[in-house]
């Protein structure tokens, strides 16, 4: 396979909101040489299948008087008191994240909600709009008041349509499926990738000043998800391997309603708008678990919950392993107007017309609030002692900066890849600006690349390179889940480990070079192989429960010994190493409370 250098300035790897925030940013501040890959085309990037919204505190909608929490909304006239504060969204956040957000990037992200939702739409980004034609807004789980501005089920495709236009605008160059490999690191400073050009099996030396991931979640290392093919968690484990530890990664967000079966998202507009959760017997369950904010309570509380009266016997389907959702007293109008995808899924995926039957859901993984430490200007953080990596960058999904701690709140990640995808962008073009060099690369990094597909092309091994995802995603479903105890994850970790021996020895069909999937589902594999060993250690490794990592042996929260981030570093041993570091907290105004919803 032939190789060839090329080089930018700023080398984005994702073309999601973070990457193109961070791209469109670093563009208009005048470095004039930014350029994008994606491994699929950019507007396929995950960002663009948010449905529910985007959180800020704009203060356009409140639930009229005397209706209580779950009825109906009306725009605030003007002059009228504000329900809402970026006050109040900062603590509502923190709450959420069970005390583990780091306060002071939670303060950035909820004061930047605002303006950046306003530049979403000053840029053309078209909402749902209120009567008066102000931005429309739903409520959210974990949200005490209506903040999550939509445009109907489709807000991540409106979005990510909006900031890809800018960016094109701005001259950013897109290499459109285009496989990042490796992360170039020399004498402790990153000087490029390297990347396969997937449509002529090239493989290609990145070099730039600065290189920014925005690779995305990675709800594909379990079996039932609602998120994208291509959320494989690549940057996650490119990163790992060239020594940046990651942060965090025990916590997995299960998100309620995903199709029954399939995982796909039906999404949390449907509870914010008013859905019903219901079990065989008919009961909402909620109000054992959630008394006061009931189906809106965060979606690690009701996945919870949905877990608890499947396996109780309370579950519905052929297996039992389902939960209803009963939207059909919202009305037809309601439903056509602001749920369409919804109904669309529903229709396609379960044969259900959600105006007149309740829909047939699960939970399903979501979403990763661990990821590559980063400072809130998207720095990637080297070590323990929070060191910068310099020249390299990380934002949204696959970074962990750390907002969400350990359960996130709908809508606050579109928020989050928008908020610190933007800042990245100014950081990387002040890095730039204050004269970032080209640094030489001094052997040739594309050579174990080259090495690693050569390998996959000739070896004949007995093993089946999809087998071995289909068995890593059921273990980590069913030893890594929603509850956890030591039993199941050292189970975990014993087949992790078992199947990344038995990689060495896959073999791939397709022997091909140009458009090789075969291949690319090989790296996707080992990636998945690489991460998932340091979720699962992790999550034995924390003897408590917190947000979404819920122990049936240790179910109790516990700050004096777990208030703490996770680190793991890989050994040189390829094992991952756990250390932990302190989390931001402000003592005096939000010092750790009991949980209650
Ligand atoms: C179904 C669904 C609904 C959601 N709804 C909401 C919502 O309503 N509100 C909300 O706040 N959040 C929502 N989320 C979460 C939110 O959409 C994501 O967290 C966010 O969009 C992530 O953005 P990102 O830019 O970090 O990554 P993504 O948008 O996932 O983009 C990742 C990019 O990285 C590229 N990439 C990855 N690996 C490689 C590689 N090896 N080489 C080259 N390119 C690579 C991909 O091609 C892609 O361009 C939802 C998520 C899902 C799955």
């Known amino acids: 396979m032939s190789s060839e250098t090329i080089t930018h300035d700023v080398i984005i790897v994702g073309a999601g909101l973070a990457g193109s925030w961070a791209a469109m940013i670093a563009a208009k501040q005048g470095v004039k040489d930014v350029a994008v890959l994606s491994k699929i085309h950019p507007l396929r990037s995950h960002s663009s299948a948010a449905q529910g919204g985007i959180a800020a505190a704009l203060n356009n909608c409140r639930p009229v008087a005397g209706t209580g929490p779950r009825g109906p909304l009306e725009q605030i006239p003007p002059g009228d008191e504000p329900v809402d504060s970026w006050e109040l969204h900062m603590f ?3 709450k959420g994240s069970d005390w583990l957000g780091d306060q002071d990037a939670i303060e950035i992200l909820v004061k930047d909600a605002i303006e950046i939702v306003f530049q979403y739409e000053h840029m053309g980004c ?10 429309a807004q739903r409520r959210f789980g974990g949200h005490s008041v209506p903040r999550a501005n939509y445009s109907a089920d489709w807000t991540g495709h409106v979005l990510l349509h909006t900031i890809h236009e800018q960016a094109l605008r701005q ?26 050009d997937i449509l002529t099996g090239q493989i290609h030396t990145m070099r730039a000043r600065a290189v920014m991931f925005g690779t995305g979640g990675y709800g594909r290392a379990y079996a039932i998800t609602s998120n994208a093919y291509a959320n494989t968690g690549d940057g996650v484990a490119i990163a790992y391997n060239a020594g940046v530890p990651l942060m965090d990664m025990e916590f997995v967000q299960f998100h309620p309603t995903g199709v029954y079966k399939h ?4 999404s949390e507009a449907c509870r914010g708008e008013g859905g019903y959760l219901v079990n065989k017997d008919g009961d ?10 009931m189906e809106l309570a965060p979606r690690d509380l009701v996945s919870r919950s949905e877990q608890l009266e499947i396996d109780q016997g309370r579950g519905i389907g052929p297996d039992g392993k389902g939960i209803y959702l009963d939207l059909r007293h919202l009305g037809r109008e309601k439903i056509l107007q602001r749920l369409p995808q919804v109904r669309d899924i529903a229709l396609k995926f379960s044969g259900v017309d959600i105006i007149d039957e309740m829909a047939p859901i699960q939970p399903t993984t979501h ?14 953080r080297a070590n323990l002692a929070g060191d910068p990596l310099t020249g390299f960058y990380a934002a949204g999904e696959c970074a962990c900066v750390s907002v969400h701690g350990a359960n996130r709140l709908g809508t606050n990640s579109l928020l989050e890849a928008s908020v610190f995808g933007r800042r990245a962008g100014y950081a990387i073009s002040q890095f730039i600006q204050d004269g970032a060099e080209l640094k030489p690369i001094s052997d040739d990094p594309a050579e174990r690349s080259r090495k690693r597909i050569e390998t996959l092309l000739t070896r004949e091994g007995p093993e089946n390179v999809e087998h071995l995802a289909q068995e890593l995603k059921w273990t980590m479903t069913n030893n890594c889940g929603i509850f956890r105890d030591e039993p199941r994850l050292e189970q975990a970790l014993v087949d992790v480990k078992q199947l990344q021996e038995r990689f ?23 990636h998945l192989l690489a991460f998932s060993e340091v979720i699962v250690s992790g999550a034995l490794a924390r003897q408590e429960s917190r947000g979404a990592h819920s122990r049936t042996d240790y179910p109790a929260r516990d700050d004096k010994n777990w208030l703490k981030h996770t680190l793991a570093r890989k050994d040189r041993d390829g094992r991952p190493i756990l250390e932990y570091t302190d989390v931001h907290i402000d003592w005096e105004k939000y010092p750790p409370q009991e949980r209650k919803y």
């Open 171 to 196: 001259g950013v160059h897109f290499y459109s499926e285009w496989y990042c490999l490796e992360l170039i690191v020399e004498e402790g400073i990153c000087c490029g990738v390297v990347a396969l």
């Open 504 to 526: 060495h020895s896959a073999a791939i069909m397709d022997k091909s070079s140009r458009f090789n999937t075969d291949l690319l589902a090989a790296f996707e594999t080992e």
């Open 92 to 94: 509502d956040t923190i």
């Open 367 to 380: 979403y990763s609030m661990g990821g590559i430490p980063t400072n809130s200007d998207g720095q990637v």
């Open 263 to 266: 995982g796909i998202l039906m």
């Open 126 to 135: 078209v909402f749902s709009r209120t009567p008066d034609g102000r931005i």
């Open 284 to 293: 909402r369950f909620m109000e054992k678990y959630a008394p006061d904010k």
